[in-house]
């Protein structure tokens, strides 16, 4: 881990502001997410599957109203007086503020519930006296409904009687009645019948000119159609012009890139050809002959040069191949759409001669229309002859039934009446059962209620000597999902109480849930700005700690807000992240800062000193925070980082050649390979050769025995 760091800070060193920027665009990114996906938090905690969240659960289910939660509220008078009438209005038009609250179920008035605790015992009083007066009303009544029902059997015969006569002259007239709706019915046939066949009639003139407009509409269509295949043959043909004029310019490219590509493999010949000169002068004079470093730099330049030309002629032959993919998709194209146009062509000429052809039936369709508009005039004529017939039949009858009609209202009257008392009667007899059952409820109330008010002696809403008042609010969901919003809307509208002299005092209960980047964040930034300051004695080394845990705090927070889109999370969050965010990222961005300056002391470059503080301290910042911020002490077993001077920082092996290690190397733990050697300044990574000669991983030239040539930061394994 601590090699992968060591690179990482590296690159962030050599490329600082790539590194500045990316972290400026990943702030943009979730800050731009957190925006548009972000979705409020709720204040419902629930652990499902837990015993207490099972009985939560339950107790919604089974009581909704036991499970709304509510919150108390103390009023007092500031001058330890009596509540004044101005004050007492004050505090009833509160408590109405707070019922009109959303989230808020009913909050009480201490002053009503007081009076009506109060008036209770006045009440029970009278109740008993109304309860005795009850009795005696009961049992007059009984007696007046026993006398109802008596007359009320005697009317029924007489109405029974009346009712025989007219059922005989119903008879009659329903044998008439029959003839005439037999012969409407025949009528009302015949007229449904020229009906629809009237409606067939307009629907199919309708038909034809609808038709007669669609053809008009195909023929433009048509013609249409006709000019644009024509303008399209055209086009065609200027697009075929093109492409053949493209065609050619490719062909001459190619022959170019070809002719590039000859003389880019000459230059190779002669380049291979000076570098084994080199390579010649540097076994005779040494790699560190300044002519050799020379004529070696000059051959990787040329090197270069030739690998640029040969990546710009590869660039311009994949231009040409797509560019000749995209004539040969083109002529394709044009190809297909002579076709189509051939097609579409034929398709025209078709569709011509259909339209024709329906012109000839729509004209023959019109005379058949005419011809039964004709028959349909005639039956309509006959059917008016005979209803007249039965419509005179009909005024007959209508004559006779108004006369029986009369005897059945005179009837109906009656038994209307009779229904009327022995309805009176049985409400009466309802009315006196519910009476007797509301009665007995009620001495059971009356009951209940003594035993109350002897439960509740001493309870009270306000106190004996009028100062302290108390009352609860009620909400419409548990107390836990009671938002924010609604809290805070609770002493807001009370705010007018000071001015009329009453102090209110709410239950922890009504207090809302504290918010992310408040006063108590700013304070704890602010010392810990103070104690950096203090001990670092500079403003750029006590202000780094606090920027680095500011931007991950920063990105972690809207990265929140924005997963809050797909996850539900509660309000907490965002305070948990930011405080736990804070502390943990200045204490692990302090690690690094301090390393980085000890090192910097100790004359260390400021890039390598930016990698090594990243390699070591970052490895115990990542420690750490694995083992859930425990302290970590180095690793005496870890991948070294050049330039370490901890425990771990190189070790060498027994070897068949220890003498070829580093002087400053240290021995190899057991768990390592026989043989490893980690050199502090410079390390190199090699493999035996033939005849006790050693050959580096990343060099040219052999060398000595029990050594290795190295370069810095590379490490070296002798077998």
Request: with cysteine; net charge neutral; hydrophobic share 40%.
């Amino acid at each position: 881990m601590a090699k992968y760091l060591y690179r990482l800070g590296a690159f962030a060193a050599q490329r600082a502001w790539v590194v500045v920027i990316a972290w400026v665009l990943i702030l943009g990114a979730v800050g731009g997410a957190a925006a548009t996906l972000r979705e409020p938090f709720t204040s419902k905690l629930s652990i499902p599957g837990t015993e207490f969240q099972n009985v939560v659960d339950d107790l919604q289910k089974s009581s909704p109203d036991a499970a709304h939660g509510s919150g108390t509220v103390v009023f007092s008078t500031a001058d330890g007086k009596p509540f004044t009438a101005a004050q007492k209005t004050a505090v009833a038009q509160t408590v109405k503020n707070w019922s009109a609250v959303d989230g808020v179920d009913s909050a009480a008035n201490p002053f009503t519930t007081q009076q009506k605790l109060d008036d209770a015992r006045e009440k029970i009083s009278d109740g008993r006296d109304k309860i005795a007066d009850a009795d005696d009303t009961i049992a007059k009544n009984e007696k007046k409904l026993a006398d109802g029902k008596d007359d009320v059997a005697d009317g029924r015969k007489t109405m029974k009687a009346s009712a025989a006569k007219l059922s005989d002259g119903e008879k009659k007239l329903a044998a008439g009645q029959a003839k005439i709706t037999s012969g409407q019915h025949e009528i009302d046939v015949s007229a449904a019948k020229l009906t629809d066949g009237q409606d067939q009639l307009d629907s199919g003139k309708a038909k034809l000119a609808e038709g007669k407009k669609q053809i008009a509409a195909a023929e433009k269509t048509v013609a249409a159609n006709q000019k644009k295949l024509d303008a399209a043959k055209a086009t065609l043909a200027d697009g075929q012009s093109k492409l053949d004029a493209a065609q050619a310019e490719i062909t001459a490219g190619k022959k170019q890139i070809a002719d590039a590509r000859d003389q880019v493999s000459a230059g190779q010949a002669e380049l291979d050809k000076a570098m084994t000169q080199a390579d010649a002068l540097a076994d005779e004079r040494g790699d560190d002959d300044p002519d050799v470093l020379a004529a070696r730099a000059t051959l990787a330049e040329q090197q270069a040069t030739l690998g640029a030309t040969t990546k710009t002629l590869d660039d311009k032959a994949a231009g040409l191949a797509a560019g000749q993919q995209t004539l040969d998709g083109k002529q394709a194209e044009l190809t297909a759409g002579a076709k189509t146009l051939a097609t579409n062509q034929k398709k025209l000429t078709a569709a011509a001669t259909t339209l024709e052809e329906k012109s000839a039936e729509i004209t023959a369709a019109e005379r058949k229309l005419a011809a039964g508009q004709a028959n349909l005039d005639d039956g309509k004529q006959q059917l008016a002859a005979g209803q007249a017939e039965l419509d005179e039949g009909q005024a007959t009858i209508n004559a006779n039934e108004a006369k029986l009609a009369d005897g059945k209202e005179q009837l109906a009257t009656g038994a209307d009446k009779l229904d009327a008392a022995a309805k009176k009667i049985a409400d009466g007899e309802k009315k006196l059962a519910d009476g007797k059952t509301t009665l007995a409820e009620k001495k059971v109330d009356l009951e209940r209620g003594e035993r109350q008010l002897a439960l509740m002696d001493g309870l009270r809403a306000v106190s004996e000597d009028g100062v302290a008042a108390v009352t609860t609010i009620s909400f419409d969901v548990p107390l836990n999902e009671v938002s924010d919003e609604t809290k805070e809307a609770i002493p807001t509208r009370a705010d007018r109480l000071a001015e009329a002299g009453v102090v209110v005092n709410y239950s922890s209960d009504i207090s809302p849930t504290p918010a992310a980047g408040g006063t108590t964040e700013m304070v704890g930034v602010g010392i810990a700005a103070i104690v950096l300051l203090v001990m670092l004695g500079s403003l750029l080394a006590a202000g780094l700690p606090l920027v680095i845990a500011m931007v991950g705090v920063g990105t972690g927070l809207l990265s929140v807000l924005a997963l809050s889109h797909w996850v539900t999370m509660t309000d907490v969050t965002p305070v948990l992240a930011l405080m736990l965010g804070l502390a943990v990222g200045i204490d692990y961005a302090l690690f690094l800062v301090h390393r980085h300056r000890q090192q910097l002391a100790q004359g260390v470059e400021l890039r390598e000193s930016i990698a090594r503080a990243t390699g070591t301290a970052g490895g115990a910042v990542i420690r750490r925070s694995h083992r859930g911020g425990r302290a970590v002490g180095p690793d005496p077993h870890r991948h070294p980082v050049p330039g370490d001077d901890g425990p771990g920082r190189c070790w060498h092996g027994g070897g068949r050649d220890p003498g070829g290690a580093h002087p400053d190397s240290r021995p190899a733990p057991p768990d390592r390979a026989p043989g490893a050697v980690a050199h502090g300044p410079t390390q190199a990574r090699g493999r035996s050769g033939r005849g006790g000669e050693r050959r580096c991983r990343r060099g040219r030239r052999r060398a000595e025995p029990g050594s290795c040539q190295a370069r810095p930061g590379a490490w070296a394994r002798l077998g």
